[in-house]
């Protein structure tokens, strides 16, 4: 079984920086893509970003695309999501995830999830 847990989020003003990290249980972690997904209150959750099982591809939203960077450690069991310049619609619960296959976009599949943990940005 594998878990999941990220941590690193909090309140930050707007413009401020956070740091995501998930940490992944299990031997096989760097054989798979990972991807990072946000849901704000009543919306529908959305990709954030992807990385492949190596480091060497990632991919973006376009509404996160040159604040956010998506990086991992296979060392250390960890993809980590350095978000910058952050802005209040930013606010969400953003969870990592385990792609089933290699494909680390938007519709993965993804079939590992972690709790979730949340960003919030005050104006």
């Known amino acids: 079984q594998v878990q999941l847990v990220e941590s690193g989020g909090g309140l930050v003003q707007a413009g401020g920086s956070l740091r995501l990290s998930c940490a992944a249980s299990g031997r096989t972690f760097s054989s798979y893509s990972m991807g990072w997904f946000r849901q704000a209150p009543g919306k529908e959750r959305e990709f954030v970003a992807g990385i492949n099982w190596c480091g060497g591809r990632t991919a973006y939203a376009d509404s996160v695309k040159g604040r956010c960077i998506i990086s991992r450690d296979n060392a250390k069991n960890t993809v980590y999501l350095q978000m910058n310049s952050l802005k209040p619609e930013d606010t969400a619960v953003y969870s990592c995830?385990?792609?089933?296959?290699?494909?680390?976009?938007?519709?993965?599949?993804?079939?590992?999830w972690g709790q979730g943990t949340q960003v919030t940005v005050s104006s």
């Open positions: 995830a385990r792609a089933r296959d290699t494909d680390f976009g938007p519709y993965g599949p993804y079939d590992y």
